[in-house]
């Protein structure tokens, strides 16, 4: 057996100019690779940098992430009030705006919040019409991968969400029922997770129960709860009204995790499989 596992979203990377790890592959980012934190606006407002900028994305090389469409890459989380407008906007839109060359737009705004700026690239399955055939190949299933390994770079957490959202109730390329068994019982068969994926007599009663008409995922955030302070990238879950796993409520429609409250009960429900696991109570 064969199969694809394919995206059904824009794979997303967030970055800022302090860290334009999507960018580092160009050689003019070599200055910056080698610049103190001090030294990295000068380099962004220098035109000498711009214009070796420009030249690397006229002749790409192999093998990077941006190619210099610039719709590709979305105005994210801004860090004065007056710019939150701007908050989703593509770079190209809002060059457009200012009567500015993309590039100018791009480093000019990060400029202007000393670098704090920031922005989504969506290198990988931006377009419809290319991820659509994919999806529905009769080999794919749809997933993800990496795991949440990239915490404060990237979070394409509720991929299931946004299949719910976006290719069954805005597009059409799905009805419901076909949306919900490519995320349950034909991952689980294909994968040979026993007894999951359905609701039948006799097996685990896994749960999700969620409005059609609102469900998907919220806006990205960056929340700090990670050991030490540490950021992460965060979605909240739309039109999502409890979780049950084997049967009982492990989650409510705010997300509250309600395991804690099973195992204070003597409730607690039997993972199969499942090793030691820890309950943080709250977000």
């Known amino acids: 057996e064969l199969y694809i596992l394919t995206s059904c979203q824009p794979l997303s990377f967030d970055f800022t100019l302090h860290d334009p790890y999507v960018l580092l592959s160009h050689s003019a980012f070599d200055a910056v690779k080698a610049a103190q934190p001090h030294e990295l606006m000068g380099i962004y407002a220098n035109p000498d940098f711009r214009r070796a900028f420009r030249a690397n994305l006229a002749h790409p090389k192999t093998g990077i992430l941006f190619l210099g469409n610039w719709s590709h890459i979305e105005v994210g989380q801004t860090a004065r009030p007056e710019h939150q407008a701007l908050e989703g906007l593509r770079i190209s839109d809002l060059a457009h705006q200012r009567g500015q060359d993309p590039l ?95 609701l039948q007599l006799g097996m685990p009663a896994d749960l999700l129960l969620f409005d059609p008409a609102t469900v998907g995922r919220g806006p990205k955030r960056r929340v700090f709860d990670l050991p030490g302070g540490a950021p992460r990238l965060h979605t909240d879950a739309l039109g999502v009204h409890g979780v049950w796993v084997n049967g009982h409520q492990v989650a409510d429609a705010k997300g509250q995790v309600l395991l804690s409250r099973l195992v204070r009960a003597g409730e607690a429900p039997a993972f199969e499989g499942a090793g030691p696991f820890r309950v943080k109570v709250g977000n």
């Open 104 to 198: 100018d737009a791009f480093f000019d705004l990060a400029i202007s919040e000393h670098l704090d700026t920031h922005f989504v690239g969506k290198f990988f399955q931006n377009r419809d019409e290319g991820v659509a055939p994919l999806l529905r190949h009769p080999a794919s299933v749809v997933t993800l991968s990496d795991a949440g390994a990239h915490l404060s770079y990237m979070c394409d957490a509720g991929f299931g969400l946004h299949l719910l959202s976006h290719w069954v109730r805005e597009t059409g390329c799905f009805t419901l029922a076909e949306g919900i068994r490519r995320l349950t019982s034909e991952p689980a068969q294909r994968f040979r997770i026993p007894r999951r994926g359905r």
